[in-house]
């Protein structure tokens, strides 16, 4: 029997990155991880790049990454999935803006891939999930979706697949599987806990009965844990395990998507699944807070960010609600498509990443976030002045008092040296 290890990987920079910074992670990372890829024949990896990053590669001429994936997609080592534009936190923002994300990301990677897309997977940005994400990317057509292995309330099944089913209407079912990352593992490689080697000789531990029964494992992790945070480590750890095991018949690579047709499939309720992502712990799940990067309640610039964020989504909703009956107003619709299109960058995790003093924090990309949502709430109500609509003025009116808050919170943490924190004290 076998043991089928799934390896995913995550690429993925903000819309608002540095140039050199990108160019840097593109010359330690992506094109050291494409090489490696092309040299070993029995090398399979499902693989999620950010639309938001594609724009960013193709701005910077840096085109061949996407004509090098291309390749190894027709070679059969690289499963691309689906994901949104631009690494939003799923379940903290709208529905139709979870929609929208999709959407978006979609459309970037097949006119990049030239049509040549049929994603089965999908990745939620931080593998954030809810059973709200998971329907409604059900409802969208995918076959899998990918989490953490803490978001299922057991230990995670290793020789079956989870599936559920939702009803659209009452009607129409929606089938999807349901993927775990195993949490441990990905954390030691991540981590750098653990050689090729020592892979190999975990795989064969935790799996003691192998030659009896077939097992998987999945293991993920950002893209940029191998050159960019560790050196040469796609050379020295996923290199290494590829030549290790490809006259080893007890282990094989292959893609997530093929694990569905491997293993046998079993229904599970949604209480199996917990709001969580792959940075939440078990302390912040005992305080009920399954984002705490991103959303945790004893955090203040948190706390203003989001009521700014909920301010910006009633003002965009507005926008759109009266958009319709302004198509052909010049000046109506300049405003609003530039409010959309700051909008939906503002959407990204990564300025409330960085005001989570977990122990990230960093004023100058909080205020890279701040100020997208300044744009698009500025362009926004500019659009609804030009059609002398003045409901939005509330709402405007909230994101700039708390803009003004986070400012001014940002600078006391500062001077009272706070920022580095640990939050969900509570121990399970």
């Not at 960013?56 to 690289?78: A, C, F, I, Y």
């Not at 981590?191 to 077939?214: C, R």
């Not at 203003?304 to 052909?328: C, G, S, V």
């Not at 030009?386 to 919170?409: H, L, P, Q, T, V």
């Amino acid at each position: 029997m076998t043991i089928y290890w799934a390896p995913f990987l995550h690429a993925y920079q903000p819309p608002w990155q540095d140039v050199e910074i990108l160019k840097q992670i593109y010359n330690e990372c992506y094109d050291p991880l494409l090489s490696m890829l092309e040299r070993h024949d029995n090398a399979k990896i499902t693989v999620n790049i950010q639309g938001c990053l594609v724009d960013l590669l193709n701005g910077l001429d840096l085109k061949n990454v996407r004509e090098r994936l291309s390749h190894l997609m027709q070679m059969n080592r690289v499963d691309l999935v689906g994901s949104a534009k631009y690494h939003p936190i799923l379940p903290l923002i709208p529905e139709q803006e979870i929609k929208r994300q999709i959407s978006l990301n979609s459309q970037t990677i097949e006119a990049s891939f030239d049509g040549n897309w049929h994603p089965k997977g999908f990745f939620p940005p931080e593998m954030a999930i809810s059973t709200k994400v998971i329907q409604i990317v059900s409802e969208l057509g995918f076959n899998w979706i990918i989490m953490d292995g803490i978001a299922h309330t057991g230990q995670w099944p290793q020789d079956y697949i989870q599936t559920q089913t939702f009803s659209q209407d009452g009607a129409n079912t929606t089938k999807i599987c349901t993927f775990f990352r195993d949490t441990l593992i990905s954390n030691m490689i991540s981590f750098k806990s653990i050689d090729a080697n020592g892979f190999i000789k975990h795989l064969l531990t935790i799996f003691p009965d192998h030659k009896e029964h077939n097992y998987y494992i999945i293991t993920a992790q950002d893209a940029e844990t191998f050159g960019h945070h560790h050196k040469y480590y796609e050379t020295s750890f996923l290199g290494k395990v590829f030549s290790l095991i490809e006259d080893r018949d007890e282990i094989e690579v292959v893609f997530v998507s093929d694990l569905c047709k491997i293993f046998p499939q079993r229904q599970q309720t949604p209480k199996a699944i917990r709001a969580s992502s792959w940075s939440t712990e078990l302390a912040d799940l005992a305080s009920n807070v399954p984002y705490p990067l991103w959303a945790h309640p004893l955090n203040s610039v948190h706390k203003y960010q989001y009521r700014l964020l909920k301010a910006l989504y009633q003002l965009m909703a507005l926008l759109d609600y009266h958009m319709p009956n302004y198509q052909t107003q010049k000046n109506f619709m300049h405003y609003y498509k530039t409010a959309r299109y700051f909008f939906d960058q503002s959407l990204h995790s990564c300025w409330l990443w960085w005001a989570s003093m977990r122990p990230m924090w960093s004023p100058n990309l909080i205020y890279k976030g701040l100020d997208l949502v300044w744009k698009a709430s500025l362009n926004a109500q500019l659009a609804l002045i030009n059609a002398k609509i003045g409901s939005g003025d509330e709402f405007y009116s909230i994101i700039i008092d708390n803009g003004e808050r986070i400012m001014e919170e940002m600078i006391e943490q500062e001077l009272a040296g706070q920022h580095v924190r640990t939050f969900g004290d509570a121990t399970v």
